[in-house]
T-cell receptor, first 114, second 112 residues
Framework: DADVTQTPRNRITKTGKRIMLECSQT?????MYWYRQDPGLGLRLIYY???????NKGEISDGYSVSRQAQAKFSLSLESAIPNQTALYFC?????????????FGPGTRLTVL | DAKTTQPPSMDCAEGRAANLPCNHS???????VYWYRQIHSQGPQYIIH???NNETNEMASLIITEDRKSSTLILPHATLRDTAVYYC?????????????FGQGTELSVKP
C-alpha cells in the first residue's frame, strides 16, 4: 500500500551493528505495528503502538526496540544485530472504527545480518 | 483467536472464478473473518472481511456460511496477477493485542 512506506527497502549489515528501520504512513491511522517474516513461516509481531504514548511488546520483542516519533512515524531498531535477525520486516497501520481495525502493510524491508 | 484450515494450494484458469475455502469451526460470535494475500515477498494486502453477512468489494466477495464455521473467498475473474498466497484469519477486532495470526494459507496459481 503506497500510503505506508518503509526505508530502507534492503539492508545488509554486520553482526553487532546498530540499525534502524523506518516506517511512515499518510493514512492518518493511530495504530502502527512491526512484524517480521522468516522463510516458510507466518508473520510474527514484534511491537505495536495504539497511539504516540502507547508502546507494547509483541511476541518476539527481545533484541528490538521501537520509537513512535509522531502519529505518522514508527521506527524499529536493532541495538546489536545478530544473524538470526535476518528476515523480512513489515510495518502496518490500522484504524479503530469501534468495530474493526483492518491492518494495512508496507512493502517491507529485507534485512540481512552477516 | 480461532484456528483456520485452508488447502495448501489451488490452481485456477485465467478468467475463471477462483473459490478459496476456509474452515473456522471454532469461531466465536465476536470474531471476524479477514482475508489477506501476499504476492511473493511483498507486504500482505488486505482483501475483505466480514462478521456474518456476505460481503463484496472491488476485489472479491466473501461468503460466510450461516453457522459461520466456514467461508469462501471468491475472485470473480482471476488474472495472472492474482497468483499469491491467500490467508484466512479469524480474530476479535479491537484492543486484543493487535496481532494478525497468519497460518500457512493457500497458494493460488492462476494459469493462462
Amino acid at each position: 500500500d503506497a500510503d505506508v512506506t518503509q526505508t530502507p527497502r534492503n539492508r545488509i549489515t554486520k553482526t553487532g551493528k546498530r540499525i534502524m528501520l523506518e516506517c511512515s504512513q499518510t493514512k492518518g491511522h493511530d495504530r502502527m505495528y512491526w512484524y517480521r517474516q522468516d522463510p516458510g513461516l507466518g508473520l510474527r509481531l514484534i511491537y505495536y503502538s495504539f497511539d504516540v504514548k502507547d508502546i507494547n511488546k509483541g511476541e518476539i520483542s527481545d533484541g528490538y526496540s521501537v520509537s513512535r516519533q509522531a502519529q505518522a512515524k514508527f521506527s524499529l531498531s536493532l541495538e546489536s544485530a545478530i544473524p538470526n535477525q535476518t528476515a523480512l520486516y513489515f510495518c502496518a497501520t490500522s484504524d479503530w472504527t469501534g468495530a474493526t481495525d483492518t491492518q494495512y502493510f508496507g512493502p517491507g524491508t529485507r534485512l540481512t545480518v552477516l | 483467536d480461532a484456528k483456520t484450515t485452508q488447502p495448501p494450494s489451488m490452481d485456477c484458469a485465467e478468467g475463471r472464478a477462483a473459490n478459496l475455502p476456509c474452515n473456522h469451526s471454532t469461531i466465536s460470535g465476536n470474531e471476524y473473518v479477514y482475508w489477506y494475500r501476499q504476492i511473493h515477498s511483498q507486504g500482505p494486502q488486505y482483501i475483505i472481511h466480514g462478521l456474518k453477512n456476505n460481503e463484496t468489494n472491488e476485489m472479491a466477495s466473501l461468503i460466510i456460511t450461516e453457522d459461520r464455521k466456514s467461508s469462501t473467498l471468491i475472485l470473480p475473474h482471476a488474472t495472472l496477477r492474482d497468483t499469491a498466497v491467500y490467508y484466512c484469519i479469524v480474530r476479535v477486532a479491537g484492543n486484543q493485542g493487535g496481532k494478525l495470526i497468519f497460518g500457512q494459507g493457500t497458494e493460488l496459481s492462476v494459469k493462462p
